[in-house]
């Protein structure tokens, strides 16, 4: 979205909202957001009920931008800081909120990223990279896959195509290849390092090329480059955090797979999609 576009949407909270009332109903068609249901009928208070489960609801019940208090021109705001890599912090003064306030919101947004990234099982094909890699932890000590304290993070990237990854609890040789036959469609050519744990992938129904990186980077197409350049693109901007929780790295890392994912896309506007999608019953 261009500034200009972004300036005049902004520019009160009744067009702040009319937009995303926009993302959130498609052809105007509200719908109850407990059943599904498209016969509603309209409240005095403004609320709507629905004439099969005789849910009220308001417009925006149900889906993530309703997780805050904040007004639609500011979750605007706070969307368009957020895609900018402005810190918590400083979004925080420029809206002139608490640091709770935004943090909660930005938690949400990262939330509401996951669940969109989970929405359907993705399987990558053709050519894929596999590759794993190792975040947090302290400077000192044994680096690589013989390092302490950092999480592994396993990765598959299709070429010219996207990025999945996962925190996973080890790099053992079942666990990578659980994850590689959940996501890679059969027969695809599955490019990988040296690593002992991928000596199976030709017993799962993959074409299998492997790169000695102690002896050169590629050769020809068998590489991992992309799948590194990946983890190059998350670390960078991960390290601007200055240290994150275990419990919360998988928001960051999922953020970054986004990111990523729409790099050459309108990042702002399907950030926007994200918070007014209706949030995922669990079961």
């Not at 790099?171 to 390092?193: M, P």
Request: aromatic share 10%; proline share 2%; net charge positive.
């Amino acid at each position: 979205m261009d500034i200009y576009s972004y300036e005049e949407i902004i520019s009160s909270e009744r067009k702040a909202r009319k937009y995303v009332l926009g993302k959130c109903f498609k052809n105007q068609q509200r719908i109850c957001p407990r059943c599904g249901h498209r016969k509603l009928y309209k409240l005095a208070d403004g609320r709507r009920r629905c004439k099969r489960c005789n849910y009220s609801f308001h417009e925006l019940t149900g889906r993530w931008i309703s997780k805050s208090r904040l007004s639609c021109s500011d979750w605007l705001r706070v969307v368009k800081l957020f895609e900018l890599e402005v810190s918590t912090r400083r979004i925080a003064q420029q809206l002139d909120a608490s640091y709770k306030t935004v943090y909660r919101a930005i938690t949400v947004l990262r939330r509401a990223i996951i669940a969109l990234a989970q929405d359907g099982p993705v399987i990558l094909q053709r050519e894929v990279e596999l590759d794993e890699s190792y975040f947090g932890g302290k400077r000192k000590g044994k680096r690589g896959r013989g390092a302490a304290g950092k999480i592994p993070v396993f990765g598959i990237l299709e070429r010219d195509g996207k990025v999945s990854v996962e925190v996973v609890p080890n790099v053992k040789a079942e666990t990578l290849l659980d994850l590689t036959v959940k996501k890679v469609r059969r027969g695809s050519i599955v490019y990988t390092d040296k690593y002992k744990a991928y000596d199976s992938l030709m017993c799962c129904g993959f074409r299998h090329l492997q790169v000695d990186h102690g002896k050169y980077f590629s050769r020809g197409k068998v590489y991992i480059n992309g799948l590194e350049g990946f983890w190059s693109f998350a670390k960078e901007r991960l390290i601007k955090h200055h240290g994150m929780s275990p419990d919360r790295f998988p928001l960051y890392l999922k953020e970054m797979q986004f990111r990523y994912n729409h790099r050459h896309e309108d990042i702002y506007s399907l950030m926007v999609d994200c918070l007014c999608n209706l949030v995922p019953k669990v079961s």
